[in-house]
């Protein structure tokens, strides 16, 4: 009777205890249901119908059928697309490492030399503006006849530039429109990481003799490996993904050498109505990234191994 | 630890300082330049560093004060620019924005940080897991989702994919929520509090700093959104003022652009968020370490 009773008292607190989860568990699904639909209504969804949708020929007009991989064969084949992958390789691998570098350099200026809030300040300023307005003024003082920028380089007896213009410049011009615009944000991120080495570190290897570039080089600049890592690969993610100075400055041209993959896929499926091939060049892009971001992690990974 | 380095080292670091906040700050002072000229002072002396004459036509223009064919000879293209127009959509959609997705973030990043349900883990990882994926995936079944509601062209379908969250958002608060003692927390329970008593009177004023910090962010990556409105809000009821400097610019005439009405435009464009910065700019500053690693 009394182990029974017992068992019953135990099963009856289970019970309750379980009914007290549900109701933590109800609350809890309160607080995440709206960011939850919204996450599934707008990333997750999508990102599965953007997969499904890249296994069709869908243009908005017919009812989409299935053609297997047809879209990804006739991609490895298609030399447009070739073309905006190897631009877009082009524009990685020009704009990450000079911008890390120049950031790099900054970010130093920032806690060593000119440690005000103003040179931070002013350094912020073009990742305030909205990239739209970034080309706009850059084309301006890029443009061929009347661009200051031209007017300078006049003033030394040469000729006009065709920085926007001509197919060798194109590229590398916004190339440097985006470091103009990232390089004081990306400084402050290795600022931060800077600040956060205690200073006693930095000292001891004065005190050891170590003159200050080699204290940098063999003391701050190990500490700020996994800050620089973070920002290589978010730079890497984000350069792969460039479209709004290219649609506004260069549209993309001239002859193609600024057609990168998201201006691509924007012109595919927006203005040729190609959803099933431009979703195709997303999972493309996706599974670029997904394999950049895996090796970056090993190579993070072997480096803490060491 | 800065007098280690040698004077002329020192110098030369300074001489690097000057020159970046050169390049920094003189684009800027250029678009301002250009559109106070009048459209024969920018064609005649391109290089003058100060304006050789000064107007505000160039202004006057996109607020619409003169009639087309007046505005046409002060170099205007003929294509209307409302600009007042287009900022309060601008304003409107990144406010609303900015408020609804940090309350719905704020609300799921405290259920990742303290609150236990079933798959938190694995939901979580998803979140995380969004950050790597590129927009433009999402941007078509998006596109053809909001043309199917019949959003196109409204502020709702403008504002649809941002209202609810944005996984960065939830990844920014949760990290600073998991910081918090809980000790605070604990005494509330035992006070006979409940979570949403919690959430609201102790969680929110703790965290008004990296509130206002991710508030802060969310406005500015509104506020320079371009591909999103340009596709779903084009219509000059939604235009937003990137879309329309991207319209101005791309109807651009076979004699050449209207480059005195386009750095007005820039130059207004830029204007409020340069406001905003220099009221907030300290936390903006001071968080940006913050938002990136840790």
């Known amino acids: 009777m009394k182990a029974l009773s017992a068992i019953e008292l135990r099963r009856g607190k289970v019970r309750s205890f379980s009914i007290v989860h549900l109701k933590d568990y109800l609350i809890a699904y309160v607080f995440i249901i709206p960011s939850l639909a919204g996450f599934a209504i707008f990333f997750a969804i999508p990102a599965i119908r953007g997969l499904v949708l890249s296994f069709t020929d869908w243009n908005l007009l017919n009812s989409p059928t299935f053609i297997r991989f047809e879209n990804y064969l006739r991609l490895s084949q298609d030399e447009e697309f070739w073309n905006s992958l190897w631009v877009t390789i082009q524009y990685v691998v020009e704009n990450v490492p000079i911008q890390t570098l120049s950031s790099l350099l900054i970010a130093v200026l920032m806690a060593k030399v000119g440690t005000s809030m103003a040179f931070r300040g002013v350094m912020i300023i073009p990742w305030l503006l909205p990239n739209v307005v970034v080309a706009l003024l850059w084309s301006w003082l890029l443009d061929p006849a009347f661009g200051f920028i031209n007017e300078v380089i006049k003033q030394f007896g040469h000729g006009p530039l065709p920085f926007l213009t001509s197919t060798a410049m194109a590229l590398p011009s916004v190339v440097g429109i985006n470091i103009w615009r990232h390089m004081g944000y990306i400084a402050l991120m290795i600022f931060a990481g800077i600040q956060s080495i205690p200073k006693e570190v930095d000292e001891a290897a004065l005190i050891d003799g170590a003159g200050p570039w080699r204290a940098f080089f063999h003391v701050t600049l190990p500490l700020l490996r996994p800050v620089l890592a973070f920002v290589v690969i978010t730079a890497i993610i984000g350069s792969f993904q460039i479209y709004d100075t290219v649609a506004i400055a260069t549209k993309g041209g001239p002859v193609q050498s600024t057609w990168v993959l998201n201006f691509l896929i924007y012109k595919t499926a927006f203005e040729g109505y190609e959803m099933g091939y431009a979703t195709a060049v997303t999972m493309v892009l996706f599974a670029i990234l997904i394999g950049i971001t895996f090796i970056q992690m090993r190579l993070m990974r072997a480096g803490e191994a060491d | ?294």
């Open chain 2, 1 to 294: 630890m800065t007098t280690t380095y040698r004077r002329p080292m020192r110098l030369l670091a300074l001489f690097v300082m000057l020159l970046l906040v050169l390049i920094t700050l003189f684009p800027i002072y250029w678009v301002v330049r250009t559109s106070l000229l009048p459209k024969s002072a920018i064609f005649s002396n391109p290089g003058s560093l100060l304006p050789s004459t000064v107007t505000l036509s160039n202004y006057g223009r996109l607020f619409g004060l003169y009639d087309s064919a007046t505005a046409q000879k002060m170099g205007g293209v003929g294509l209307e620019f409302n600009f007042l127009r287009y900022l309060s959509h601008t304003i409107f959609v990144a406010t609303i924005i900015t408020l609804t997705q940090v309350l719905f973030s704020a609300a799921g990043a405290y259920a990742f940080a303290r609150l236990h349900f079933p798959l938190r883990k694995q939901i979580f990882g998803l979140y995380l897991g969004a950050l790597m994926v590129p927009g433009i995936v999402m941007t078509i079944p998006n596109f053809i989702l909001v043309k199917d509601l019949g959003w196109l062209n409204s502020f709702m379908g403008i504002m649809a994919p941002s209202l609810l969250m944005s996984p960065f958002t939830v990844f920014f608060l949760r990290q600073f929520f998991i910081s918090i003692s809980r000790e605070l927390e604990e005494a509330a329970y035992i006070d006979g509090a409940g979570k949403f008593m919690v959430f609201f009177r102790i969680i929110v004023p703790l965290s008004t700093a990296p509130l206002g910090t991710i508030s802060i962010i969310t406005f500015i990556n509104i506020w320079s959104d371009y591909m999103w409105p340009l596709l779903v809000g084009s219509s000059d009821k939604v235009r937003m003022l990137t879309v329309a400097l991207g319209i101005f610019r791309q109807q651009a005439p076979a004699t050449g652009p209207d480059w005195g009405g386009l750095m007005a435009g820039a130059a207004l464009s830029m204007l409020p968020i340069l406001l905003l910065f220099m009221i907030f700019g300290k936390k903006v500053l001071n968080s940006i370490g913050f938002s990136g690693f840790r």
